[in-house]
């Protein structure tokens, strides 16, 4: 297993390959994959963003995409997760490395704190996961369409 990093231009060709597709359509999780490019092309393209890519075999088997910017709350520079996805049949070592390869982007970036993001059903039981790690609960969202 290996993790990759995704500049703008790699990204797109991803995209265009359906790699993302696959590994979203596997877990399940529906994202309008145009606006998702559009975003995260011009988040990459912004240096403020990077998305990291586990692979077995040359197929991804997870990804995880975070944007730096200061914490709106406190002005620390923070790192926060957009997306990220591990395949339930990839190595556990993949979501693990995605962690430790966003947290060390974070810190290039200048970030003081990383903000894991637990958005998505199917991952409902990663507390421990993120305990161990040493994170702490430090806010529930809520969210409604408007």
Same mark, same amino acid.
């Given at each position: 297993m290996t993790i990759g990093s995704l500049d703008a231009d790699n990204f797109v060709q991803c995209v265009n390959s359906g790699a993302l597709d696959r590994l979203l359509d596997d877990v399940e999780m529906k994202i309008d994959i145009n606006s998702f490019t559009t975003l995260w092309f011009t988040l990459l393209k912004a240096r403020i963003a990077a998305i990291f890519l586990s692979l077995e075999d040359g197929i991804a088997t997870g990804a995880m995409g975070a944007i730096c910017a200061p914490?709106?709350?406190?002005?620390? %520079?923070?790192?926060?997760? #957009?997306?990220?996805?591990?395949?339930?049949?990839?190595? %556990?070592?993949?979501?693990?490395?995605?962690? #430790?390869?966003?947290?060390?982007?974070?810190?290039? %970036?200048?970030?003081?704190?990383?903000?894991?993001?637990?958005?998505?059903?199917?991952?409902?039981? %990663?507390?421990?996961?993120?305990?161990?790690?040493?994170?702490?609960?430090?806010?529930?969202?809520?969210t409604k369409a408007i």
């Open positions: 914490d709106p709350n406190d002005g620390v %520079m923070a790192v926060t997760t #957009g997306v990220w996805v591990v395949h339930p049949d990839a190595n %556990m070592m993949a979501g693990i490395g995605l962690f #430790g390869a966003v947290e060390k982007w974070g810190k290039t %970036m200048g970030a003081g704190k990383l903000t894991m993001v637990k958005c998505h059903e199917a991952i409902k039981d %990663m507390d421990g996961f993120f305990i161990r790690q040493g994170y702490r609960q430090s806010e529930v969202r809520y």
